[in-house]
């Protein structure tokens, strides 16, 4: 796999291991809401995205709304969204559906990240004004995502790669068995025909004694499939497919595409104006 995460050589990690994969880590936000984007990464694609919910936020104070407070929970199981005072979870984005993160160096309170969204597929751009913790949050993000991915191939996700790769081999083989299995029914109907035609022509043959023709040669179905090369049918799976039933393994591959797809960390690369000279 490539490495899971690129950051500034500059940055450090905030928080212990320990805090990250027992506990988790609180902030609070103001959450300006969520828009869909085209592409799972990218500066251009979260400064639109930041500006159109800004603008969306504006109108919205206007009327008098204010923008909601959000409590942040960041672990290696995920970035929660929670109503800070009833505890209930507004939003549970995954790590490894976390493609993009960045703070906005002009405006110390910005920070957003773009998260494949588990129902639709869709890539949504989370935008957050959090009292010039962006920065941290955003660090703290790309820790948990390092962290989580660690976890993912101590736990077995390097074989998942592996696993796909016997998984379609086998299906080849069995597909071959099964046209090689019909090749040879065939031949053997072949073979009982040119058989009951020789019997026929035979001037020596006989009827039976009930007047029928003699039974065909037993059919060979009833031995051991073996592929076109003689082999007994390949089963990778014969010590261990229990580990991984069809529903964790397709976890796995969803996990093993996002962490292979990587988490990308803007910093303090990211600028919310084109025009502002320190960009």
Same mark, same amino acid.
């Given at each position: ?46 400064? !639109?995205?930041?500006? #159109?919910?800004? +603008?969306?936020?504006?109108? &919205?104070? %206007? $009327?008098?709304? @204010? ?36 703070? !906005?160096?002009?405006? #110390?309170?910005? +920070?957003?990240?773009?998260? &494949?969204? %588990? $129902?639709?597929? @869709? ?40 696993? #796909? ?9 069995? $597909? ?104």
């Amino acid at each position: 796999m490539n490495r899971a995460f690129s950051r500034k050589k500059d940055k450090t990690w905030m928080h212990t291991p320990e805090a990250l994969s027992k506990h988790y880590i609180p902030y609070s936000a103001k959450f300006l809401g969520s828009t869909e984007v085209e592409q799972p990464k990218g500066t251009e694609v979260v400064r !639109d995205a930041v500006r #159109k919910l800004k +603008f969306a936020r504006h109108i &919205k104070k %206007s $009327e008098g709304q @204010k923008t909601p407070k959000v409590e942040l929970q960041i672990s290696i199981y995920g970035v929660k969204i929670l109503d800070p005072k009833t505890k209930e979870v507004q939003h549970n984005c995954q790590l490894h559906r976390i493609s993009f993160c960045a703070d !906005d160096k002009t405006d #110390k309170r910005i +920070f957003t990240f773009i998260c &494949k969204d %588990s $129902e639709s597929n @869709k890539h949504l751009c989370y935008v957050f004004d959090s009292e010039k913790c962006a920065e941290e949050i955003t660090l703290t993000i790309g820790q948990a995502f390092d962290l989580a991915y660690r976890k993912f191939l101590e736990s077995g996700g390097k074989d998942v790669e592996t696993r #796909k790769q016997i998984a379609g081999l086998q299906k080849r083989i069995q $597909e071959l068995e099964t046209e090689n299995m019909e090749l040879k029914n065939k031949v053997q109907d072949l073979e009982n025909q040119l058989r009951i035609t020789q019997v026929n022509s035979s001037p020596s043959s006989t009827p039976t004694r009930n007047g029928t023709q003699p039974p065909p040669v037993p059919s060979r179905s009833a031995e051991i499939k073996r592929d076109l090369f003689g082999a007994e049918p390949f089963d990778p799976f014969s010590c261990g497919a229990g580990d991984f039933p069809p529903d964790i393994q397709s976890k796995l591959d969803e996990m093993q595409e996002g962490f292979k797809m990587g988490l990308t960390l803007e910093g303090t690369v990211f600028c919310l104006d084109p025009l502002d000279s320190r960009c």
